[in-house]
C-alpha cells in the first residue's frame, strides 16, 4: 500500500483497537475519545497534505514503484536532503511545530537502521535482515511510529539491574524459538495510542554496562499486541472549540507509560537481543541520531517561526511596536531564528555520504542547535508571556462575544490598536496557548528533555568536542608574544 490518507489511517486505528487507558478507563475507540479525537484528526489531516502536495512530499519507491513519504527516503544527494528538509517544513508548518512527534520524525530513524542494516548483524545475522525489512515494510504501508527509550523514574543513582524491583523497567525474561518475552514498563511513548506501531530502541545518551544487558534489546512490535498497554497521562485537550484553545485542542500529543505484560516479540522484529555494547552504539554508528536531528531541527525552525510571528502580531495589534525595550525582546526572536537557519544551512551544505551509502549531514550544527534550542525555547515562550502582559488574562471566549447581553461590551472593551476586539482576543488565546495553558507548559518542559537531560548533553557535547587547536592557537599566540618581547629587548 503506498503513502496512506488521512482516511486510512483512522480505519487503521479503529481496526487495531489498541489497549489504551486514560483517565482510569480503557478507551474503546481512541479516534472517537475526547481526549484522542483531536489529535487524530490532525495527524491525519496530516496525511492528506501529502497527496494535496505531493511533488513535495511523496516520492517514487525503488522496490515497489509507489509513491511513499518523502521522510522515509534514504537520500543519495544533497538535493535529497533538502527536498526532505522542505517535506518536514510542510508538516510542522501545518502544526507551528507544535508536534514533536509527527511521522516523518521516527521515519528517518527507521530509514537509518534498515539502510545501516549491517551494524546489527554483530548480534546475530538475522537482525541485519529484520532491520531492512523493517524499514521497507514501514516505508510501504506508511506506518505510523510511537517509540520509547528510557527506564521508569525509580531510583536514577543506580543501574537497572540494581533496583530493588528488577522487573519494573522493561527486559527480556525469556528466549524461545519463537522470540523474546518483555516484562515492564518503559517511558514514554508521545502519540503511543493514536499510533500503529512501537519501535523500542535504548536511550540516545544515558549508556548501559553488561550487566544491563537484559534491558538492552531493540525492537518494533504493533501497538494492538496482546499484553502490550499504553497509560495515559490526564489530557491537555479540555474540550473547548478551536477559536477558544488553538492548539491544545487540535494538537495535543498524548504521552503514555508502556506495559509489557510478558509480550512476545516475534524473531523477524528483533533488532538487538540482549547486547549493551551493540545498544550503546547504535544511534550514533547507524547515524540515526544525525537524520533524527536533522527533522528536529528543522521542525523547532518552523517552531521558532511560529512563536516570532505570534510576537510580532502582538506588537502590531496594541501598539507596542514603537517601544525600543520591545524590538529589543523580538530582535533576540529573530536572531534565534537566523542561528536556527545557519544551522540547516550549514549541516545540509556539508553533507557527505557514510558507510551506509546515505548523504548524511554534517552533525556538529544539529548537534549545537539540539543542545542550544532547548533553553532558547524557554526564552521564547517568556517574552511571549512579558510583551502579553495582562492581556494574556483579559481573553474572553467566543461565546462571551456571541452573547446577547455583553457581546457588544466586550467587542468594546477589548479591542486593540490596529485590531478588532474579536481578532485582538482570538490572538491573544492563541499566544495564552502557547506560553501559559497547560498545553503550553507541557511545549516547555517536553522542549527542555527533548533529547535528554540539557546538563548530560552539554556534558557529553563537551566531551566529544575537539579542544585541542583552540588550545593550539593560544599557546602559538603566547609563543610569538615571547618571541617578540625578546627580540625587542635584544634591539
Known sequence: MPARTGEQYINGLKTANNNVWIHGKRVTDVTEHPALRNVVRSIANLFDLQHEKADKMLYTSDTTGDKVGLSFIAPKTKDDLIARREMFTEWARYTGGMMGRTPDYLNTSVMAFGTADSFFAQGDPMFAENARNYYHYCRENDISLTHTLIHPQTNRSKKQSEQKDPFLSARIVEKNKEGIVIKGARLLATLGGVTDEIVVFPSTLNKAVSEDDPYAMAFAIPNNTEGLKFLCRESFDQGRNQWDHPLSSRFEESDAIVVFDNVLVPWDRVFVGGSSDICNRTYVETNAIVHMAHQVVAKNTVKTEFVLGIILSIM????????????????????????????????????SLDAYGNMTPDFAPLNAARNWFPKMYQRMVEIVRILGASGLMGIPTESDFEAEDIGELVHRYTQGANINGYERVQLFRLAWDVCMSSFGGRQALYEYYFFGDPARMSNIYYDGFNKEPYKQMVQEFLSRVKTADHNYARI
Open 316 to 351: 502590531d495589534a496594541i501598539g507596542i511596536d514603537v517601544f525600543p525595550h520591545v524590538k529589543e525582546k523580538a530582535s533576540e526572536v529573530m536572531l534565534i531564528l537566523e542561528t536556527m537557519q545557519s544551522h540547516l544551512f550549514r549541516a545540509e551544505q556539508n553533507a
